[in-house]
């Protein structure tokens, strides 16, 4: 799928978070690599900056191939899937999204 833009990504990037889990590991996930990511710029410590995509990712992709049963779609858009999973989260955050309903 081509998409010309974030905006025609952003519902299929949904689409493929349907499961609550999956969204709760993202949201854990994203959350993880926000914080790491404010220890590395306090501490410049590059154990935070390695540790950011192993938390971000590895929860992801976890929740994709074992809770929803598909393939990230990091491997195919992986630009607007690292922007989707920040505009998620903060849809989470302000409860436009909802991870239980």
Same mark, same amino acid.
């Given at each position: 799928?081509?998409?010309?833009? /974030?905006? $025609?990504?952003? +519902? !299929?990037?949904?689409?493929?978070?349907?499961?609550?889990?999956?969204?709760? /590991?993202? /949201?854990?996930?994203?959350?993880?690599?926000?914080?790491?990511?404010?220890?590395?710029?306090?501490? &410049? $410590? %590059? #154990?935070?900056?390695?540790?950011? +995509?192993?938390?971000?990712?590895? %929860?992801?992709? &976890?929740? =994709?191939?074992?809770?929803?049963?598909?393939?990230?779609?990091? !491997?195919? =858009?992986?630009?607007?899937?690292? *922007?989707? $999973? &920040? #505009?998620? !989260?903060?849809?989470?955050?302000?409860? *436009?999204?909802?991870? /239980?309903?």
């Amino acid at each position: 799928m081509n998409f010309k833009s /974030f905006s $025609d990504f952003y +519902p !299929f990037y949904l689409s493929e978070h349907s499961k609550s889990l999956t969204k709760l /590991f993202h /949201f854990i996930g994203t959350l993880l690599v926000s914080i790491l990511f404010l220890l590395y710029v306090y501490t &410049f $410590d %590059l #154990v935070y900056a390695y540790l950011m +995509p192993l938390c971000g990712y590895g %929860l992801a992709w &976890f929740s =994709h191939f074992f809770i929803e049963k598909n393939n990230p779609a990091t !491997f195919k =858009h992986p630009l607007y899937s690292l *922007r989707a $999973d &920040f #505009v998620m !989260f903060f849809h989470i955050l302000i409860g *436009r999204i909802k991870i /239980f309903k």
